[in-house]
């Protein structure tokens, strides 16, 4: 088992919807959590972070964690043709490490 | 403010050679991390360090690859003699280690090992 999972994708919505992206970890002492965006070529940006149970929204970003569940997903609303790119889920252990675990990332396409 | 610089931003080498990629943080950012991404394996930690210190090497493939920080403002990874299945785009990230861990990317350098 991989320790961050996500469906790589792509995943393809109309423009205006809304895209759900969503990743599972396996360690259940992760801390936080991270989504990052990658254009193709490009480095990776960070969008979203959180780092407690429920939403956290952000514009037209929402992301959810379930520690429970050992879940985190983002949710991207009014979706934009601009947004069609790779996201990636990143994830924390915490405990004074910086060591970010990262999913081999989910391709969006946003179809205008 | 200047983001994370890395340089170059394309390599091609011939298998054997020797492969010196250079980062610089940004200014007041304790750590620094480097990463390998390839389609199949993603995005991978290959070493991080804090304060110039080599905090987590456990991600570095094999012995052909080294990793320096001599100062706050400058890293090297090194590769030694690098082999085709090297050839990835090699990041460089940097964060402040103290009251958040927000990982700033560089632009990344390119790899081509013939």
């Known amino acids: 088992q991989k320790e961050v999972e996500q469906n790589s994708g792509p995943l393809s919505v109309p423009e205006g919807a809304i895209a759900s992206l969503n990743c599972t970890y396996s360690d259940r002492g992760s801390q936080s959590f991270f989504w990052y965006r990658q254009y193709s070529g490009k480095s990776p940006e960070l969008i979203m972070s959180?780092?407690?149970?429920g939403d956290k929204e952000d514009g037209r970003f929402t992301a959810q964690l379930n520690k429970a569940s050992q879940y985190v997903s983002l949710l991207i609303r009014d979706s934009q043709p601009s947004d069609s790119a790779t996201y990636l889920c990143?994830?924390?252990?915490?405990?004074?490490?910086?060591?970010?675990?990262f999913g081999t990332g989910t391709r969006l396409k946003v179809l205008a | 403010d200047a983001g994370v610089i890395q340089s170059p931003r394309h390599e091609v080498t011939e298998m054997g050679q020797e492969v010196t990629l250079r980062c610089k943080p940004i200014?007041?950012?304790?750590?620094l991390f480097w990463y390998r991404q390839t389609m199949m394996r993603g995005l991978e930690l290959l070493i991080y360090?804090?304060?110039?210190?080599?905090?987590?090497d456990s991600g570095m493939p094999e012995d052909r690859f080294s990793a320096k920080m001599p100062n706050a403002s400058f890293s090297t990874l090194k590769i030694q003699p690098s082999e085709p299945r090297d050839s990835a785009v090699y990041f460089c990230a940097s964060s402040l280690s103290e009251g958040t861990d927000t990982q700033y990317f560089g632009p990344g350098t390119r790899l081509t090992v013939l």
């Open positions: 959180i780092y407690s149970n």
């Open positions: 990143a994830v924390n252990r915490g405990s004074g490490t910086y060591k970010y675990i």
């Open positions: 200014s007041g950012h304790n750590s």
């Open positions: 360090f804090n304060n110039n210190v080599p905090i987590d």
